[in-house]
């Protein structure tokens, strides 16, 4: 079934080629066109185009699609183009000449438009849930190994005393950075854009703002011509807020590789949470954050991906949107996937408590060897040249009672602080 069929059939290679993998994808976006569907119902009950009976049957079988959408027992055949023939042969087919008023003063483009809309609203807020989960395990690892020295390095060389308190810390309030992308994503997403209909508006004296009002969003987008171009935009607002917060796990994911090597032997985690080798039997490798820091790599391309594929059109739709889902949809997926997957593998991270211990990381501390000459009177430039020369002669002695008072160093690490920026969010 097609909403556009005029009586006469196209080539079979034809359907293929422009349906694609549409109906898989659709059935992540189903219940939003039937919440939507339901919506504009009821807005063409209260102006008339619909009487209260009709309103009142198709809200029922609406209700009906909701629920085995939401578990997840609602399909699309191979018979139909896509979640909208569906929906409306349900409705037909349930109801008869009543489910055929269902498209009455609107398209499929603003169709799809809302239903994306809606699901990018609620997936967006789970991606936000998710990473709020994360930042609070970040703080609590940060708090409880505060006191954990851990080297810090500068061009992989090792550099300053740091701890398991700002690294973990450091990498939760990145998290809330990320969040502002998030935040700014759902308000693009939440506008409106029901009632565009192919993108110039329709005749009929449709009430924008009931359906706005109807379907939870702040606002509606006004101008059916914005609304039409904000596909692929609202999109592309989406890829940016997950392309940021894959930035931070991806960085993460590495240190934890790094520091999982027996070279840095910093962090280690129980055999059931790494993989073996088939020749090695000596293996514990960290698969599972290899993957989420490539998969990580690979969402950061997808706001480049979107851009490739709208960036060149005029206004209006054009068949080049349908794409968009290809893109967004699986990403969206896979930003969640990784969310769940670092967050309960981090639960079980061993920390070295005795990592400094070690020789090789006396130079960590020279710098607050020289900080302590300077506080003692000393020029900081001559106590440079002297601790300079004291390492090259090999007679440095580190005092490693170091103490580091300002605002976010390992001494303070403001995790409170950090705690109400979080709390803004929510």
Known sequence: MKLWDKGF??????????????????????????????AHAKMLGKIGLLTTEETEALVVELDKMIAKAEEGTFTIEDN??????????????????????????????DQVLVAMHLYLKDELTEIKAQTKTL????????????????????????????????????????????LYFIEAAYKVADQNPLGSAAGYGSSFPIDRSHTTEEMGFETMKFN???????????????????????????????????????????????????????????????????LIRAKCNKLQAVPNQL?????????????????????????????????????????????NENIIEDPKYDYLFSVDTLNELVQEGMPFRDAYKQMGQEIQAGTFSPKRNIKHSHEGSLGNLCLEEIKKKMALLF
Request: glycine content about 4%; charged content about 25%; overall charge negative.
């Open 80 to 109: 139909f183009e896509d979640m909208h023939s569906k929906i409306e042969f349900q409705l037909t087919l349930a109801l008869g000449d009543t489910g055929k008023k269902i498209h009455t003063a609107r398209s499929r483009n």
């Open 135 to 178: 930042f609070d395990l970040l703080l609590n690892l940060a708090d409880k190994y505060k006191r954990v020295l851990l080297p810090g390095y500068t061009h992989l060389q090792i550099a300053m005393p740091s701890s398991f308190g700002l690294w973990f810390s450091a990498y939760a309030e990145s998290l809330i950075d990320d």
């Open 9 to 38: 059939s196209t080539d079979k290679k034809i359907d293929l080629f422009t349906v694609g993998n549409d109906r898989e994808l659709d059935l992540h976006l189903a219940k939003y066109d039937i919440i939507a569907s339901k």
């Open 224 to 290: 059916v011509v914005a609304a039409q171009m904000s596909r692929g935009k609202v999109e592309k607002a989406t890829a940016f807020g997950i392309a940021n917060i894959a930035a931070t796990l991806s960085k993460l994911s590495m240190d934890i590789c790094l520091y999982m090597s027996q070279n840095f032997d910093f962090i280690s985690f129980p055999d059931e949470l790494t993989t073996g080798s088939s020749i090695m039997p000596h293996k514990k490798n960290p698969d599972v954050f290899e």
């Open 307 to 351: 851009t490739l594929v709208i960036n060149n059109l005029p206004s209006g739709y054009h068949r080049d949107l349908q794409l968009v889902k290809e893109i967004i949809v699986p990403a969206i997926q896979d930003m969640k996937a990784c969310l769940e997957i670092l967050t309960f593998s981090l639960r079980e991270i061993r920390v």
